[in-house]
């Protein structure tokens, strides 16, 4: 199941980038980085309360809470500068460069989260590092 999330996933991000960067024309970019995170904001929610979930907030620990804080602060500098990114560049090339955080975070998966290397991942990521930059030069 996971499977079809993921796929659902990226349907929805390639979406992101396409409608992003007609959305972004003659205005500033992290004014429309602003209005897509409240819009992200208020179905967050809406999900939180309509799945009963909203009952769950006083069981978060601090590490958790700590954490998805931070993975909050990395998003928005993320979107941020993509934001810029894909007002200034070529969304053709802005795109796989963003999706190069995939080869990023198995690294750190790796260094950090101590995954399993596996010859799959090496040759998967290196076939994505070649595609980025064949992509992009």
């Known amino acids: 199941m996971w499977i ?4 659902v996933s990226a349907i929805f991000a390639a979406l992101t980038s396409i409608l992003a960067k ?3 024309q003659n205005i500033n970019s992290n004014l429309a980085t602003a209005i ?11 999900m939180v309360f309509i799945t009963g979930k909203y009952k769950d907030i006083i069981n978060i620990s601090h590490k ?19 934001y810029k990114a894909l007002q200034m560049g070529e969304a053709s090339k802005v795109i796989p ?3 190069f955080s995939l080869v990023i975070g198995m690294v750190l998966a790796f260094i950090v989260l101590k995954e399993t290397i596996t010859i799959k991942t090496i040759i998967g990521g290196g076939l994505i590092t070649v595609g980025t930059f064949v992509l992009i030069f």
């Not at 954490?67 to 909050?72: A, K, V």
């Open 22 to 24: 007609v959305g972004i």
């Open 97 to 99: 460069i963003d999706k």
């Open 4 to 7: 079809l999330y993921a796929l």
């Open 36 to 46: 897509r995170t409240i819009v992200v904001l208020i179905m967050s929610w809406a």
């Open 64 to 82: 958790n809470l700590l954490f998805l804080i931070l993975s909050g602060i990395a998003a928005g500098l993320s979107w941020l500068c993509y």
